[in-house]
């Protein structure tokens, strides 16, 4: 990162773009709590969290997605989206072994409402099945269903696009907006399929070298030299 | 052999089988369940059995055993004295307390580490305290031994029949520890563990405090082969440095789970009697074929027959599916 700053509405699908090696996936890290900044500050809601651990930014309400899914592979598809909500009385092991009753009313409950999130991603006919069989995009949409199961204000979501057939895509950019429509979720998004993040994504922010170089509506995005410079090269 | 006889040797048998579905169970929750790689788990054999030995054995006539030295003459303080054999039952909670005391130890410094930094860390620590107890001798009388460890309830029954009473013993300790792993793998915290096992990174950003998960099942597996450790002693009532061998109190009870079926803990217990089944049934082969090596040899097929036809070992893990669409339970 050299000196990235940048600021991100609630309520907005941001599309983060910029050639491979800009940092848009180091900077998801950062943000997330993958990898700890060396300076700096990362604020969430009025909060700094910079350096703070994943577990401890989703606490807060921030959910990310990876470049290449990360699936739980021998745990079902329902099982990894009932993972996530958190807390869950029955990941404390006294509750688990002493109020059993508590446990599987909660479970009933979180378990309704992974059907419902992958009902919402169109992946119900695969609730059983093992994750690590599902397709690459049927992933992504897996990854997107968890997300949504965390009930989160901020979600960072990487390349949600690639390696998925256009159909499926068309799902997945139904998902987000639904998500942010309907649920008023905040997201970030990176993305190199350009249709994708012009039709989808208000502000676009674009980034190269670890740095901001612009920021504003897909039009003045798409017409900034800057931004012509740094994914075509400069002209001598 | 006579009916007797084979029933005897049969109880017998099946108490050593026991005892070691007890550290497959513990093993399970490390690996099947967590996928931490410890292959030191004579370590925790031995320190669950050289406690629950050093809590219950009286210091024998110095007439009759000269030098012998060992610090483990608690149960002579008389404060327990209720008839009763309460100190096996101290015993046992002391090896599991101390089992889990060094897991925590040992967790807390390596867990956030890769997988084989805890391999090497387990390795290690199972060595040491094996060089613990044979070089100082004021502990466990070192390279001697620790014998006349006593029988729970021995008192109450014949010699003879004295097996038959120590299964049931083994058996309830087996169950027991079974439902409370088992109830705690199909609870949200084995599901959390299996995620930790399946993607470490995609489980902290599911929100999972990895650590702390991991940390716990570390613990726990460490407390049941204390354990087992325990209830070894008092069935073997000998113990020395020697017992703690790594092939048959490490590689043994990993090629018990491999073959029942890691991350089923049903496997973990079968496999352990099978395997045990197969150790102690080949004794009686002739000739060459009873010997050691070949008998390891024999669990080596067993294992490569088992990971040809059954990857995921004979019952495998089991896939957890939603209520609703078929109405099995999570």
């Keep these: ?236 | 052999m006579d009916v007797i006889g084979v029933i005897s040797y049969s109880a017998g048998f099946a108490i050593m089988a026991g005892i070691y579905g007890v550290f497959a169970l513990g093993l399970n929750v490390h690996w099947g369940s967590t996928g931490l790689f410890n292959i030191g788990i004579a370590g925790f054999f031995a320190l669950g059995a050289y406690t629950a030995a050093l809590m219950t054995t009286q210091t024998p006539d110095p007439a009759l055993f000269e030098d012998f030295k060992f610090g483990g003459n608690w149960s002579e303080l008389g404060f327990l004295d209720l008839g009763i054999d309460l100190w096996f039952f101290l015993g046992l909670g002391a090896a599991s307390i101390v089992c889990g005391v060094i897991a925590l130890a040992i967790g807390y410094v390596t867990l956030r580490l890769r997988d084989d930094y805890l391999a090497i860390a387990t390795l290690g620590i199972a060595e040491t305290v094996r060089l613990f107890f044979l070089n100082e001798k004021w502990v466990a009388n070192g390279s001697k031994g620790l014998y006349r460890i006593p029988k729970f309830l021995g008192d109450w029954i014949s010699p003879e029949n004295y097996d038959y009473l120590y299964l049931v013993v083994v058996l309830v300790v087996l169950a027991a520890l079974y439902a409370a792993v088992e109830r705690a793998a199909k609870s949200p915290w084995g599901r959390v563990l299996r995620a930790i096992r399946e993607d470490e990174t995609a489980a902290e950003a599911s929100g999972k405090n990895v650590f702390n998960f991991k940390l716990q099942a570390f613990i726990m597996g460490a407390i049941i082969m204390g354990i087992g450790g325990a209830l070894f002693a008092h069935n073997v009532r000998f113990l020395s440095p020697l017992t703690f061998d790594p092939l048959l109190a490490t590689f043994i009870i990993w090629a018990m789970l491999m073959v029942g079926g890691s991350g089923n803990n049903k496997g973990a217990i079968l496999g352990a009697f099978l395997v045990w089944g197969i150790w102690s049934g080949t004794q009686f082969l002739p000739g060459v074929f009873s010997d050691p090596n070949f008998r390891f040899f024999m669990i080596g097929v067993l294992i490569v027959a088992v990971i040809l036809i059954r990857p995921g070992g004979i019952l495998g893990e089991e896939r957890k599916v939603a209520r609703s669409a078929d109405g099995a339970r999570i």
């Excluded at chain 1, 807060?60 to 329902?78: A, N, S």
């Design chain 1, 1 to 236: 990162m050299d000196h990235c700053s940048m600021e991100v509405a609630p309520g907005a699908i941001t599309g983060l773009i910029g050639p491979n090696g800009a940092g848009k996936t180091t900077l998801f890290n950062l943000v997330s709590g993958a990898v700890s900044p060396s300076g700096g500050q990362i604020v969430l809601g009025g909060r700094r969290i910079d350096g703070m651990k994943m577990h401890q930014t989703f606490e807060l309400g921030l959910m990310r997605t990876f470049q290449i899914p990360r699936e739980m592979k021998r745990m079902t598809v329902l099982e990894n989206l009932m993972l996530v909500p958190a807390p869950q009385i029955g990941e404390s092991i006294w509750k688990a072994w002493l109020t059993p009753w508590r446990v599987a009313r909660e479970e009933r409950r979180i378990e309704s409402k992974a059907l419902e999130a992958l009902d919402f991603v169109k992946l119900s006919h695969l609730t059983n099945e093992y994750a690590g069989n599902l397709s690459t995009g049927q992933k992504k949409l897996l990854e997107l269903a968890r997300t949504l199961m965390a009930d989160p204000k901020l979600v960072l979501l990487d390349e949600p696009a690639a390696g998925v057939n256009r159909t499926l895509l068309r799902d997945i950019s139904a998902s987000i907006l639904l998500a942010s429509v309907e649920r008023g979720v905040t997201f970030i998004i990176i993305e190199h399929d350009m249709h994708l993040v012009m039709r989808l994504c208000d502000p676009i922010i674009v980034m190269a070298n670890g740095a901001v170089i612009a920021k504003g509506t897909p039009t003045q995005v798409q017409e900034d030299p800057r931004v012509l410079e740094a994914y075509l090269g400069s002209r001598r």
